[in-house]
Structure formats: structure tokens, C-alpha cells
């Protein structure tokens, strides 16, 4: 019998799944496998783990396949995760698109997985609390953002098929910030301190920190719609990840910069315009409020400047007014 | 991420000898494979499939034990033979000398190139 908080870890490669289930246990997880998806079939039928971690590419039934099908079979509340030396974006984007609520790449040091199994754990808990406490009234959850990110409760709110809320989060970084999901289930509005639409969604779903909170409540403004809370999830999380790798990145360089080398000549329009900020405001959160391109894009070029000596961090660190910024590009990196 | 404990890292250690043992052989599975598929004429789409699945198992588990230069090499030549499959190539003089050279490659990384090492963050029970 499966016992409560089960992974079970499917892998088509015994060595793998040795190894892997001896990393995961050493975690403090309690481990399940199964070899192929067919056996995981089974173990589903028997008695549903709380989690899949997956490979993706195994004979007869690939980690697609059986994603697919156990969503078919409508266990939608069991986190899964598909784990693969395959990672590149379309990769990615086909688990998510089939079902899937994370990926990460198969390393000998499982830390990356351990932390999403955990979180989506946790998440799912806080799913079921939220289930329960659904019709208690205008508030359906608060607290603060830690063991819980802003994702989990974008992916929350879409799992349960909750329409006409707010989902609000407030930081020192983001300011007052806010989605609204219509009762269509479509986001037809996002706030982030000045910022506005597809680039404030995605700054509101990259946070990790600050209160947040999910009221019942109806939209009264003029509504811009962004697509269906679906689309913009599957768009943003498919970017997250590199997004915030890269912005650790940046932020542990000092998270401001001066031109090093302002006479190149034109590289561009996408370039040119990131040069021109980091000329003019130095400071990176600026940089990407102030960017026409999406905040990866914007990122990725600040950081190939950086690695190309274009750029250099500010010795002294000058902070920038308007950090906080204007424009809002209608576009999900 | 919680440290390991000694027994763990034995444990873990101790799979790693194993696999690094086997290593060799599942090399050698890859390099007959390829030389299988490699004979006259188009590929046999079966032969192609066989090295696919025996390609990709060495990148996996070469991967998560830590034989990274291993899963590399591995890698690069699923990512050959993947394609292959996906779209349908045919067997050209260029991609039949990519294959032999990424075979090569792989034969030529010995287990030796990734040393057994003690594992991260390990504390002692005892």
C-alpha cells in the first residue's frame, strides 16, 4: 500500500531509478518506482502517489503519453514532473502542453528536482485547504510568499477553475500588484506598480517574495485581455526558470551598469535599445520596466553584454529613480 | 538540500563502482549498434531505433552518476540519431561520417575521465 506523500519515479533505465530513489529518499521522500508507464498505470490504479516525477523519452508509453493519459483519466491534482536530459524549450513546452506542471534536467545532484518536488507538494496541499475552504466567503487565501511562490498560486487558482478573483501580491521589489481572472477564466487584467498587462502578469508570477492574497471579487475597469489564465500560465512558466537564473545572475553583479564600450555602431534594434538604457539608467530594474522586449529577452541581452564586456557593473552602485516604471509591452517573453 | 550521511554516500559510491564497471560494455553495445546500422544502403529504421534507445539510456544514467563527460558525448550522438529519426534523414556520406566520428568520440571517453568522488555535503553519523 502506498503510503501518504508518495513519489513515484518513473524510468524506463533501472540504474536510473536506483540512483535517483536512493538521492530522493536521502531527501527525506518517501520513493515509489515504476519502469515503465504501463507499471505506472498500475500503481495508479492501485493506490495514487501524491507526486510523478517521469522521464520523458521511454519505449512503448513515453512520459508524454502516460502525462497525457492520467490527466485523460482526470487525475488532475498529481503534480508532475517530467525529468530528462532533454530540456531545450519546444521540449519543455511539450510537457507542459500535455499536462505537466514542471520540468528539470537529469543531473547527478537531484537539489533542483528535491526543491520542486517539495513545492509542488506543499502546493497541493495548500490546493486541497483551498478546496475546502472555496465557498467560506470573499477571501479565499492569504500569506506570504516563501514556501509558496507566486506560480503555485497562478497554477492554484487555474487548477481549481476559479473565475472572477484577484489574485493580488505585494512587495518592496513589485509594489502593489494584481491579476484578475474573469468568470470566463480569462486574465483580463494585470497590475504590477506602473507596469501593465503581459509584463506585469509575468513580474507577478516571477515573484518570490512579499504577501499575497485571493479574493472573490468582480472587475469594474475597463478589461484588457491577455488570453485565458491557461495560455498566459503555460507561457510564463515556460521562461520562469531561465528568467530567474539569469536575474540572480545579474543582481549578484550588483544590478547596475555603465556602458564600457558606447561607440559600436548600431547591433541592432534590440540591442541598440538595451544599450541606450544602460547608458541612460544604469539600474537593471529599469533597464527591464523601460525595455519594449519582454523581461527574458531583455535579461538575456543585458547578460550578453555583460559576458561581451559591452557592459561593466557600476562601481558604487547608484540607485535610480523610477525603478518602479512606466510602460507595459503586450507581449509574454 | 539535506546532507547525506555517511552510509549514504557509501551506498551511493558503491552504485557509482558498479556502474563504472559496466560502463565499458554499454559502450560497447553503442559502438555494435552503430556499427549495425552503419552497413550498406538507407538506414533500417529498426537498427536506428535500437541505437536510439541505447544511446539514450547511457546519457541518462551517465548523467545522474555523475559520468557527465560521458552523457555529453552520449548526448551529442542522441541528438544525431534523434533527428535521424524525427525527420527522416537519409543515410548521406555526411551524416554517416557525423555518426562514426560521434561513435568514435563516445568509445574514446573512458570511465576514467570521471573519477569516483566523495559526494557533496556529506556528514558522518557515527
Known amino acids: ?138 477571501r ?22 476559479l473565475g472572477g478573483i484577484w489574485i493580488r501580491v505585494e512587495s518592496a521589489r513589485l509594489g502593489r500588484s494584481q491579476i484578475h481572472v474573469n468568470d470566463d477564466r480569462e486574465v483580463v487584467h494585470a497590475s504590477a506598480g506602473a507596469l501593465q498587462g503581459a509584463k506585469a502578469f509575468f513580474r507577478i508570477l516571477a515573484s518570490t517574495e512579499g504577501e499575497f492574497s485571493i479574493d472573490r471579487a468582480p472587475f469594474e475597469g475597463v478589461p484588457q485581455s491577455l488570453g485565458s489564465l491557461a495560455k498566459c500560465l503555460l507561457e510564463g512558466v515556460a521562461h520562469i526558470d531561465e528568467y530567474r537564473q539569469i536575474q540572480t545572475l545579474l543582481r549578484s553583479l550588483g544590478g547596475s551598469y555603465d556602458l564600457h564600450t558606447p561607440d559600436l555602431g548600431s547591433c541592432g534594434i534590440r540591442i541598440d535599445q538595451i544599450r541606450h538604457l544602460v547608458e541612460t539608467y544604469h539600474d537593471l530594474d529599469v533597464v527591464l520596466n523601460l525595455s519594449t522586449l519582454t523581461d527574458l529577452e531583455s535579461a538575456r541581452i543585458v547578460l550578453e553584454l555583460f559576458q561581451a564586456g559591452v557592459i561593466t557593473p557600476r562601481t558604487g552602485g547608484v540607485s535610480t529613480p523610477g525603478a518602479k516604471a512606466t510602460r507595459a509591452p503586450e507581449t509574454l517573453p | 538540500m539535506a546532507e547525506l ?103 574514446q571517453t573512458g570511465a576514467e575521465d570521471a573519477p569516483l568522488q566523495k559526494a557533496e555535503g556529506t556528514k558522518s553519523e557515527g
Not at chain 1, 492569504?142 to 514556501?147: D, I, T
Request: charged share 25%; with cysteine; aromatic share 4%.
Open chain 1, 1 to 138: 500500500m502506498v503510503a501518504a506523500d508518495t513519489l513515484l519515479v518513473v524510468d524506463d533505465d533501472r540504474e536510473v531509478l536506483e540512483m535517483l530513489a536512493l538521492r530522493l529518499r536521502a531527501a527525506g521522500l518517501h520513493v515509489d518506482t515504476a519502469a515503465s508507464g504501463f507499471r505506472a498505470l498500475e500503481r495508479l490504479r492501485i493506490a495514487p502517489p501524491q507526486i510523478i516525477v517521469c522521464d520523458v523519452r521511454m519505449p512503448g508509453m513515453s512520459g508524454y503519453d502516460l502525462c497525457r493519459l492520467i490527466r485523460n483519466l482526470g487525475h488532475d491534482d498529481i503534480p508532475f514532473i517530467f525529468y530528462s536530459v532533454m530540456g531545450s524549450r519546444p521540449e519543455r513546452l511539450a510537457g507542459l502542453r500535455v499536462g505537466a506542471d514542471d520540468y528539470v534536467a537529469k543531473v547527478p545532484d537531484p537539489e533542483e528536482l528535491v526543491l520542486k518536488v517539495k513545492a509542488q507538494l506543499q502546493r497541493r496541499r495548500r490546493l486541497l485547504t483551498l478546496q475546502q475552504d472555496t465557498m467560506a466567503g470573499p
Open chain 2, 5 to 107: 550521511t555517511k552510509e549514504q554516500v557509501e551506498t551511493i559510491e558503491s552504485l557509482r563502482r558498479a556502474f563504472r564497471e559496466r560502463l565499458p560494455h554499454r559502450v560497447e553495445e553503442v559502438v555494435a549498434a552503430a556499427g549495425d546500422l552503419l552497413g550498406p544502403g538507407e538506414w533500417e529504421r529498426p537498427k536506428l531505433e535500437a541505437l536510439f534507445h541505447l544511446v539514450h539510456r547511457l546519457t541518462g544514467s551517465s548523467g545522474i552518476y555523475g559520468f557527465t563527460r560521458m552523457s555529453h558525448e552520449a548526448g551529442a550522438l542522441e541528438a544525431l540519431v534523434t533527428r535521424a529519426l524525427e525527420e527522416n534523414l537519409p543515410a548521406t556520406a555526411p551524416l554517416r561520417a557525423e555518426l562514426r566520428r560521434l561513435v568514435l568520440t563516445l568509445s
Open chain 1, 140 to 161: 479565499l487565501m492569504r500569506g506570504s510568499l516563501g514556501e509558496i511562490t507566486a506560480v503555485d498560486l497562478v497554477q492554484v487558482v487555474d487548477l481549481l477553475g
